[in-house]
Structure formats: C-alpha cells, structure tokens
C-alpha cells in the first residue's frame, strides 16, 4: 500500500505496544536464525516470519462473506483480491517482495529478468523477460501477453472498472480503444508499447513519470494470452501465470485453486507454493467466519479487515487465542464521501454540517475501538504517509466529539436550520452497517435524517457508489467507504479519489465528485516533483484542501484485529497491503 517505510515502522511498532498494553505480548524474543519466530504470539506475525518453513503439502482453506469485486486482474480493485491474485495466480514484470518488514515495500523482478533500463531521462522502459515463463498449458509467457494484457484496460466499455493510471500515461492522445476495436491484425496497436521480440517489452512515455515501475506491478498490468480473453467472462477462469490455476469457481460459494505444473520455481523468487490446494469459501455469515476460525476449522478471512466486535473479547481476553492474532496498521482510511452533485450536499455548508455533526468516537467503536478499529482521523492521508499532517484538522475532529453548536449553525448557513433527508450507502457486511448506523444516529441530533441503503459489497465500490449516475438516482448524499493506497507513494492513496479527471461513468473512485482546479493543478506539480521530501509538500497542499472542501469525512485510520489458524507456517504481515501474505502461507500437516 501507499507507505513510506520508516513511518510505516513506526506506526505498526505503535500499534503492537497499544495492544500489549491490553494485556499479551509478543513471542518475538523466540526467533529463528533466518528472522523468523517459531511459537505463536499475539502480533509475532506483524514484522516476522512466523513458523517460518519450506514444507509443501495440504490445503490452505479460507473463507470470506463477500464475492471478490472480479477475478479478472484488469478488472479487481480489493486489496485482498490484489494478494490473491498476485500469490496465486498472477505474475507481472514486476512485483513487491513477500517478505515482511520495510523490505517488503521493494519492488523486485517478477517476469522480467532484472529492473527495467531507463533511458530518455526517464522516458523510455525496457524489460527483458526470464526464459522458461510458461502459462498453465505449457505454452510461453511472452512480451507480447504482456502488451495485450495492459491494452485490455484501454477497453473501457468492457473493462469498465480497475485502475487506469497506465490508460492516461500510455495512450499518448491516440485514443486507442483497446483489443476488441483494435483495427491492427495482431490486437496489438497501442504504440507506446513495443515487442521487437517476445522477450523484450519497451514502454516509451511522452514525459518522465516517477510511478511508472510501480505501476507495472498492479495486476492490471499482467498478461493475458489474446487466446483465451473472453473479454467480461475472462474472471470466470483467468489463465494462470502463478503456481496455482482454477479448478473449479462456482460464483458466489466456492474457488478451487490446485497447482500448475507448469510454473517453475527457478522462475520465482517471491512465490513459495507451499499447500498443494487453495479453497476459499465465500459467501460465510461474518459471525460464523469467526467462529470457524476460532474454532481452526478454516485458516483466514480472507476480507483481513479484523473480526467482528463481539468476538474481539474472546481473543484479547483469552491468552490461548490473542496469541494467534495480529492488529497491524494496515494503511487504509476508513470515511465517508459527501456527494458534492447531490443537493443539498452541493452546498458546501450542508456538508460541513455533517462534518461537525459526526460522532467519530461512536463509529470507531463501531469499528472495534482504538486498539481493534483505529485511531481517530483527521485527515484524507494515513499517517502512514509522508504527505500527512497531524495539524491537518480543519474541524477540529482529534477527540472525535459531536460539535452539535457548530453542526446547527452550518445547517442554518446552507438553507436548512431544522435538518433534512438524504440517503447513506453503505456495503452490507462486515462492520460496516453498525458503523452506518452510529453515524445514522449521530446526524438524527441536528435533524440531519439519513435512511441506510444497504448494498451488494461485491457490486459496491464498482457499479453502486462507482457510478455517478446511481448515485444521483439513488440520492446517496453519504457513501461509506475505505481506501487503501494502490501503490506506496502518496500519488497511488489520494489522486484517484480525489482528481476531478478521473471521474468516470462507471468504476469511478471520486466517489463526491469533488471537482477543484487548484486540486488538479497541484496534483500535476506532485507529479513533475521527483524529490520525496518537495512531493510530500505538495501532497500535504493537496490534502489540506481536500479537507477544506469538506467533501470526505475521516473517521479511523484503520487497524485490523485478524486470527490465523496455529497450523499456517511462513506466516508474517506484508507493509505492501496491510494483511497476511497469502502467496507465502503453507499448512502443517
């Protein structure tokens, strides 16, 4: 995720001394010679390998409630599908390191033979790729289903979701309208990509961008043979790059994923492959998912975004069990979107009403409380960031109180000194309805009534709040939502939910449609700037008036309350996306 490493250190250090304080330690003092911990603790698997071991065999078995937003890598945004993806079944030119701590920040090769050669002063990418890189039957992965797999997510009316950093650095003005329209023989005409071969792959950009590696290791920017895409039916059965493909998916209750015979190790320095099966469970009631796991019928909650309230004091008050759970800072925001286009939100005063209105304290507990939920925020960038600023508190928000007074005298600024309706969106599981509902509740004092729409979590964030048009329909004045950085620098967390050109007719992220030109123009300066400390600055700029224009309101920087079975081995949180590295777990038989 979007994280500097030092502070990231720190945050979850932060987090682990909280969390001890309530009463467990850390069996970190056992270690092993290669870093490891070899017994279970409570957060021995935060920044160490936990039972670290090369055994293979055995299934690895997890559940979750919702259905992944896509199993197609140009069209997944979830950050768990992201880890999935990339452990199991998805390879790309590059990739984060799955190792924990600091060091699993660092991009590495993944198909490429070594880091890309740059050249133009910045402008020109080129890759060579490892020999022996085979796709699930046998054939080669080569340069060329690389192109075709980032020219897919050109096709924005079959690829109508995912991110599309690389559409607005590669298209260059050509307008390329993806494969599927694509009037060259081949499929293959996006032009600021060239395969001379198919081992080498040459990326040239119309202008240096400090993001661009970064952006190659998004599963968006993986291959697909043009063989086997059948465009929106591709997530159904992607074709494997990884160790794993599918056996079997029935949608919406079960994925079985066995090994790839083709897959070879000598070509995969990140991937252990440890479980001879993976079998993931969907569709679980969140309170039976955490039963089953603390029973250790299952292995993982796949969602990694902590167990429920009722269960948080069966593990912390319970030594046998917080000694196989984890809480890490895991980088996301937890918030709510003010839509800007729907009246009376469209009245900024309306939307500082709510601002002040919000009773943080009660949505946090909502959450799990500041050990099990997150702290208090203040702000649209985690402290995760280098770009955050603890004085960015435009509302006055740290304690997390009501400001009822202040709320009351917005109401009257915007037109409405007895309140008004609106509607609140918000995903149907997890803990997000309870925390809906405390913010319900908190609005109901200054007269503010929000009716809770409840909505498909699978469809939420793509095609429910994603589409400006539902939401205009839909009247949804408040969205809840969560946000975790795409990639670790401060343009991968903020620009997509906040850059009035990317606003988009569906799989849109800026779901308050906030639309700022000083907004924009700073983001263009932030991404001209190479130096981190001067990029921070403009980050804080950016993020400062972000909060001005009250049209996204933070409420926890999110910490997760996550068990894992005793029987994972080669277990440890990855900084990259906040939860356990699934492509590295193994099971002891």
Known sequence: MNKRASALVAGVATAALLLSACGGGSSSDNTSNNGGTKDSGFNAAVDKILNPSDKKGGTLKLTVHDNPDSLDPAIAYYAQVWNF???????????????????????????????PAIEDGGKKYTFKLKSGLKWEDGSPITSKDIKYGIERIFATDVINAGPKYLVDILDEGQKYPGPYKDADPAKLGLRSVQTPDDSTIIFTLDKPNSDFALLLSLPSASPVPASQDKGTQYANRPFSSGPYKFESYDEGKKLSLVRNEYWDPKTDSVRKALPDRVEVTYGTAVEEIDNELLSEEVDLDIAQTGVQQGTQPKILLNADKKKNADAPVTGFIRYV??????????????????????????????????????????????????GHDDKDDVFNTKSGKPQIDKAKEELAACGHPNGFDTVLATRNSGKEPKTAEALQQALAVVGINAKIDPQDAALYFRSIIGSPSNVHNKGYGLMMAGWGADYPKESGFLQVLVDSRAISASGNNNYAELADPSIDALIDQARAEADPAKNAEIWKQINKKVSESAAYLPFTYDKALNYRNPRLTNVFVTQYYGMYDFGSLGVMS
């Open 337 to 386: 979107a003010i839509s800007t286009k729907v009246a009376p939100f469209d009245n900024i005063h309306c939307r500082k009403a709510v601002q002040y209105a919000t009773d943080k304290i009660t949505m946090q507990t909502a959450r799990g409380g500041p050990d099990a939920g997150g702290e208090i925020a203040t702000n649209m960038l985690p402290p995760t960031m280098a």
């Open 85 to 115: 993806m990339k452990g199991f079944y998805v390879r790309s030119l590059l990739t984060n390191d799955a190792k924990p701590g600091a060091d699993g920040l660092k991009l590495v090769p993944d198909l490429a033979s070594d880091m």
